[in-house]
């Protein structure tokens, strides 16, 4: 009985031991060994697979464009409301490196380079000679900057846009796909005598306008993407994460600045935060929102946690940017320059932001469909069918590496078709929010770096979740034995 109760005492001291023992391993140092394991595989250290594939993205992204072709343009030149169908999609393998210029001990300074190849195979049907009918971006863009800028030369502008424009002088215009997108329509070719001087104007003001670029023989090139393909970025200075893992990727400068120069001094509007949504930190929290500084509408972007979700086996959280993105609340977004159909203020309504001081031009940002939007801009043309899950942007992260596994960034492009002050050709024009294109950059991880990301750092992950409560359990059975035991052998004493 003396040996029952020895047995009993050793067994509930042993089993206490182990209790707390890997209570203490399981609650204090595995977690630390697991978290300094995620982070020495993302952060930015020199010569690791990290810093080839941050300098190098091993595999392209999607990069889709859908157009609007106005299917009754000679009504519209009389005042009927436009009727739209989308035309696509026209799919582009988006090519991005990063370019280090200079690595500091917890900074690396690069420029991104994207460049854009058309993929046949997943476009099909569609082509890049595919022709469309659509707003005459450039002809309303150069109508509108002199409207508000030489108001009393409309009439000689009248006369000189033969000159400026060729074969598009209408608000509408039949082009070819490729030639909007990347190959560039040719501006200011022959011109006249007036066109002549007219061009010299349009020369001027299109070195602040991203979408224009003077030739060598004095032609202008517009295109709707040319300026992106194979052109570097401002530099972008970023965190490594080396010091702290949760500032990494986190942009501290972008083009020499902290903060963007596009919207109204010192606000909000005009900070850089966040990424630039090719990397994010690890260990994410649902409870607090993402950021990316999305250089192509010179703004930051807040993504807000959605919900749970898996891709290819891994877990997820899901973040997206719903209404509150364009619901111009901020009020540093209106630069109150754009006109067509405004508030009273001069401000645009909800779902519409103005880009002129982010692209030089009168183009108005959306959600694709005008999803979010006020009806007065949505009700002003036919043929749109906006859809949450299809027309705004997303993210899929893998919580504990940060790891993108799934996203898309998607933008409606937009110009005000109305009538401008002694051009006989806009006269009739019914003014309207007029689609353009939009287009959506995703992101699907391969399933090789799935398969990668899986077993290298979340199949130990899953292991260690499972053999945590296991350990404890066995430890607490060992503790209860004991216990049970020498409760057992006392009481046969006491008889």
């Given at each position: 009985m003396c040996t029952s109760f020895v047995f009993g005492i050793s067994t509930l001291v042993t089993g206490a031991i182990l209790v707390i023992a890997s209570a203490i391993v399981s609650f204090a140092v595995i977690p630390d060994v697991v978290e300094n394991s995620i982070v020495n595989e993302v952060v930015l250290n020199n010569n690791t697979i990290q810093m080839e594939r941050f300098e190098e993205v091993p595999f392209p992204l999607n990069f889709t464009i859908r157009v609007f072709n106005i299917t009754n343009a000679v009504d519209v030149l009389n005042g009927a409301v436009p009727v739209l169908n989308e035309i696509g999609p026209y799919v582009y393998k988006l090519n991005t490196k990063r370019l280090v210029k200079d690595l500091l001990e917890d900074q690396v300074m690069y420029k991104k380079l994207d460049t854009f190849e058309f993929d046949a195979e997943a476009s099909f049907p569609n082509t890049e000679d595919d022709i469309v009918h659509i707003g005459n971006i450039a002809y309303h863009g150069v109508l509108q900057i002199a409207e508000a800028g030489f108001s009393s030369a409309m009439s000689i502008l009248n006369r000189a846009l033969p000159g400026i424009f060729g074969t598009h002088t209408e608000p509408i215009m039949q082009v070819r796909v490729g030639d909007l997108l990347l190959d560039g329509i040719k501006l200011c070719e022959n011109p006249d005598f007036f066109g002549t001087i007219a061009c010299a104007l349009v020369r001027q003001f299109s070195v602040d306008v991203k979408?224009?670029?003077?030739?060598?023989?004095?032609?202008?090139?517009?295109?709707?993407?040319?300026?992106?393909?194979?052109?570097?970025?401002?530099?972008?200075?970023?965190?490594?994460?080396?010091?702290?893992?949760?500032?990494?990727?986190?942009?501290?400068?972008?083009?020499?600045?902290?903060?963007?120069?596009?919207?109204?001094?010192?606000?909000?509007?005009?900070?850089?935060?966040g990424t630039d949504s090719g990397i994010f930190h690890p260990f994410v929290n649902k409870e607090q929102p993402l950021y990316s500084l999305n250089t192509d509408i010179c703004r930051s972007v807040e993504l807000r946690y959605q919900n749970d979700v898996e891709y290819k086996g891994v877990s997820a959280y899901r973040f997206t940017v719903n209404e509150w993105f364009l619901d111009n609340s901020d009020g540093c977004y209106c630069l109150n320059l754009t006109r067509g159909i405004n508030r009273p203020d001069g401000c645009l309504y909800e779902g519409a932001m103005e880009l002129y001081s982010c692209l030089g031009a009168f183009i108005v940002l959306s959600y694709p469909h005008f999803l979010y939007a006020d009806q007065r801009y949505s009700s002003g043309v036919m043929g749109l069918s906006p859809v949450a899950d299809d027309h705004r942007i997303y993210l899929d992260i893998e919580p504990n590496t940060g790891t993108v596994v799934r996203g898309a960034k998607r933008a409606q492009f937009n110009v005000f078709m109305r009538p401008v002050n002694g051009i006989a050709n806009t006269e009739k024009l019914r003014t309207t929010l007029t689609p353009i294109f939009w287009v959506e950059e995703s992101f699907l991880l391969p399933n090789e770096y799935a398969e990668e990301l899986n077993s290298r750092l979340l199949s130990p992950l899953k292991l260690i979740d499972i053999l945590i409560p296991v350990a404890l359990v066995i430890c607490s059975v060992v503790f209860l034995v004991g216990l049970v035991v020498s409760i057992w052998a006392r009481t046969k004493r006491s008889y």
């Open positions: 979408n224009m670029e003077v030739q060598n023989d004095l032609t202008i090139n517009f295109s709707a993407l040319g300026y992106r393909n194979g052109k570097p970025s401002e530099q972008y200075n970023v965190y490594r994460g080396l010091v702290n893992p949760v500032d990494l990727g986190r942009i501290t400068e972008y083009g020499a600045r902290p903060h963007l120069p596009y919207w109204k001094t010192s606000s909000v509007c005009n900070m850089i935060n």
